[in-house]
């Protein structure tokens, strides 16, 4: 039987994928504990589960084959692996994407370790856990997104999806693998771009033992070799590696280098990292000193048959290059942490991207807020780094007047993670909150969701003459002169084949495609032709179940017209004044 996802999960550290990794997607035997008492009746003993699963699919989506939509307060999965006596001679790991929310396993009877955060990637070394032959191996993934103390994104906290919250995802809901290294090995590699000097700055982690050791790394482009440096190994290796050749990534012209790194005891890895100059420039970004307008899509990474993972590799590929093809040069990754492969694709087509995390759900009135979120936001920033398409970081989105209490937020929370998100990555912009009350931003940023296009310029042109920017929350909030983003906006409903009552999308409802069209391009139009204005985000990409405002079909298939999608095409990629 073929295995779903079978692609290598970790674009930017590989190893040889003959001998070093074992794909553990599939199916998995499978219990639904309503009441999480499995710890207590010790089901990590258990010979069997009663279900199976289809790993890495949630349980709540079609593709798992398990296809429940209720609350499950925890979830189990077993699994015996035959291991070589090769595969244990050295250390072996098991790797998770993404399990939400909190992860226990269990190798051979005995607690591997535990991991908090349903969003970010995370291992455990299990060499002492497993034997040649066969290893069973348990997960449980406990799952409360109405506690009030855990980020759940969009996932509905109602029983049924509503508004702009839809299905939830409950455990293992990306790939699951073994790794199996040399007892000395490269953990993790940090670059930073040094397009002016010709080279880049490397840190490198390592682990075991490293008497006498060294470390290569090889930069190549396009196959020819462009820089070479080795450096005696310590547990943290920084160095500059030269570059002979320059070639900048760039909005659609993804120049990317590959990139070795040899450890003298044996481990290797293959990566890849690119050369770009990201700077904010007065009102605007440029990327390698050219001022570029950021044309964004709001992209929730939803999916009817997957819900949070996407059935193929091939499918997020196609998100990226559907939106691309209607003018757009990025994406919002909203309410939730993509997976690495998603933001692979964008490197690899010079799509930008703002990562995101997905605080709804959190109580942000309060401090106890930061120990739920910062450790898996770190975790995300570490993850991430080397991604050039990444150009900024959003940790929360429309945090306001909590819709329980109304009680406020603790805008010290928001600024602790802004200074610890600029600790982590001083190369990057930080959006404290998008479309909230702002405590502390580099990019100030507003929602508005006006449908009537004159309308919708008159909030933006007292900017034009000096005059106060649009701020939907002045008595919470002040601008400061930093560079201005319209984030979210259009969101148009659009579904005449749905009646009125089950689905929603912002606005009135348009009449024709004709009046979609109208809307789409007049209000694009506004903040193109605005010269304080340095990006916009559109709402969104498609469709997700009740929310009937995106540009394509929840089964990614086309709404509109040709004539349509050819209109909205130039709309979006007409020159704006900033690049003037």
């Known amino acids: 039987m073929s295995i779903p996802r079978p692609e290598y999960p970790r674009p930017q550290l590989i190893r040889d994928p003959e001998k070093s990794w074992l794909n553990l997607n599939g199916n998995w035997e499978f219990e639904i504990d309503f009441s999480a008492s499995g710890k207590d009746r010790r089901f990590w003993e258990h010979p069997s589960f009663s279900q199976t699963i289809t790993v890495p699919f949630c349980p709540e989506s079609p593709l798992s084959g398990v296809n429940c939509k209720d609350f499950m307060a925890a979830v ?60 069973v191996i348990v997960v449980c993934a406990e799952d409360d997104n109405r506690s009030r103390r855990q980020p759940r ?43 002016d000097n010709s080279a880049v700055s490397l840190t490198v982690k390592l682990d075991g033992c490293l008497k006498d050791v060294t470390l290569t790394a090889e930069a190549f482009y396009e196959g020819k070799s462009v820089g070479s440096v080795t450096r005696k190994a310590k547990n943290v290796t920084a160095f500059e590696l030269p570059l002979s050749e320059v070639h900048l990534w760039d909005v659609g012209q993804p120049n990317l280098y590959d990139l070795k790194l040899t450890l003298s005891s044996g481990d290797k890895v293959d990566g890849y990292f690119g050369l770009r100059d990201l700077r904010w420039d007065g009102d605007c970004m440029r990327i ?66 703002w990562g995101e995390m997905a605080n709804w759900g959190l109580d942000t009135t309060n401090g106890n807020a930061l120990t739920a979120f910062l450790p898996e936001w770190l975790e995300e920033l ?52 998008s479309g909230g009350f702002h405590a502390i931003t580099d990019i100030y940023d507003v929602h508005n969701y006006e449908q009537e296009p004159e309308k919708f310029r008159t909030l933006f ?43 929603w999308g912002y606005g009135n409802r348009p009449t024709c495609e004709d009046e979609v069209l109208r809307r789409f391009a007049g209000l694009t139009a506004v903040l193109l032709e605005n010269p304080k204005i340095c990006a916009l985000c559109y709402t969104q990409l498609t469709d997700i179940e009740q929310e009937q405002n995106g540009l394509y079909s929840y089964d990614r298939s086309r709404k509109f017209s040709d004539r349509i999608y050819d209109g909205m095409r130039a709309a979006m990629s007409a020159k704006a004044a900033i690049e003037e």
């Open 76 to 135: 189990w999965y077993r699994r015996t692996v035959t291991l070589t006596p090769e595969q244990v001679s050295g250390r072996v790991f098991i790797r998770f994407g993404a399990v939400d929310y909190e992860a226990t396993v269990w190798v051979n009877g005995k607690e591997a370790g535990t991991h908090k955060g349903g969003y970010v990637s995370f291992g455990f070394d299990i060499t002492d856990f497993v034997k040649e032959g066969e290893n």
């Open 288 to 353: 390698n000193g050219r001022p570029v307008f950021q044309r964004l899509i709001l992209d929730q990474g939803f999916y009817p048959d997957g819900i949070y993972t996407a059935p193929t590799d091939e499918a997020l590929q196609k998100d990226i290059d559907m939106c691309m093809d209607l003018g757009f040069n990025g994406a919002r990754l909203h309410e939730k942490v993509f997976e690495e492969r998603f933001l692979y694709w964008a490197d690899k087509k010079g799509y930008l991207v």
């Open 382 to 433: 570490e993850r991430d780094f080397n991604h050039p398409s990444i150009v900024g970081w959003c940790p929360f989105n429309e945090v306001w007047l909590d819709a329980a209490t109304a009680a406020l937020p603790d805008k010290s929370v928001l600024s602790a993670v802004y200074y610890a998100t600029k600790a982590v990555d001083p190369t990057r912009p930080v959006i404290d909150t």
């Open 153 to 195: 994104g969009k996932q509905s906290s109602l029983y049924y999806s509503h508004g702009c919250d839809y299905t939830r995802t409950t455990g293992i809901w990306q790939t699951v693998w073994l790794e199996f290294t040399p007892k000395t090995y490269i953990e993790s590699y940090k670059v930073i771009s040094q397009q």
């Open 461 to 503: 042109e007292p900017m034009l003459n000096g005059g106060e920017p649009y701020d939907a929350f002045p008595k919470y909030e002040k601008y400061e002169g930093q560079p201005y983003f319209v984030s979210e906006y259009g969101g148009t409903w659009w579904n005449p084949s749905q009646d009125t009552e089950n689905n």
